[in-house]
């Protein structure tokens, strides 16, 4: 069945990198999107990538697809506190109206 | 610039108790969809609409009910409300070419 995985924590200094991993298994997926979500508020779209690409990047983010493994990665640049969030990996999937969400990394920045 | 609006963003209701959430969006965006998040979780859909049309999950209790009457506005109603309802109820609008979702900020419901 569908399914979306990611890993739960992640804990990093504030000025390196994250990195945050999901993998999917619905191969079909057109599209695969991250989204952020900060304590008591909705779910914003950080950004999305399509099936064909393999890396796209948006200011400090960069989105690496890997349709073999069904494997996508999230990297933010230079991690600052205002970073700190539940992200979401999600995939397209039962058409195009449906999204399956992964169960959210938490990523804390510490000093 | 608020695209989707929920209503209230906090609600109390007793159990049993009916409750109706809102949802508006300024987005013309033909889907909207209603999800249910509890702690620590990922969101669970619950339905969306296509236009008028109505798409039930298959896991989605009878307790749940929406309604779209036009474009821009969808309620959630909560028939009879369950200490195991309280969540954070998101909704979400999708009309762009990229298909991606767009949330409005939720409205956390407890059940005493």
Redesign the interface.
């Known amino acids: 069945g569908e399914d979306v995985e990611q890993s739960l924590f992640l804990s990093v200094r504030e000025g390196d990198s994250s990195v945050i991993n999901c993998t999917y298994t619905d191969s079909s997926s057109t599209y695969l999107y991250w989204y952020k979500q900060e304590p008591g508020a909705g779910l914003q779209l950080l950004t999305y990538i399509f099936s064909n690409m393999d890396m796209k990047q948006d200011q400090r983010l960069t989105v690496l697809l890997n349709k073999k493994d069904k494997h996508l990665s999230l990297r933010i640049a230079d991690t600052q506190t205002g970073d700190s969030a539940i992200y979401f990996c999600a995939e397209m999937s039962g058409g195009y109206n449906k999204l399956i969400f992964g169960a959210g990394t938490r990523l804390a920045v510490h000093p | 610039d608020a695209m989707?609006i929920?209503n209230p963003r906090y609600q109390v209701t007793q159990f049993g108790k009916p409750v109706t959430l809102s949802c508006s969006q300024t987005l013309n965006h033909n889907?909207m969809y209603w999800y249910q998040q509890k702690s620590?979780?990922?969101?669970k859909?619950l339905f969306?609409y296509?236009d008028k049309d109505f798409?039930n999950e298959a896991d989605t209790p009878d307790n749940f009910q929406s309604r779209r009457p036009n474009t821009s506005f969808c309620f959630l109603d909560i028939r009879s409300p369950g200490l195991g309802d309280a969540a954070m109820y998101?909704c979400?609008t999708?009309g762009g070419q990229?298909?991606?979702?767009?949330?409005?900020?939720?409205t956390?419901l407890t059940v005493t």
């Open positions: 989707v929920q889907v620590s979780q990922a969101p859909l969306h296509y798409n998101l979400a999708s990229t298909y991606e979702q767009y949330f409005g900020p939720g956390r």
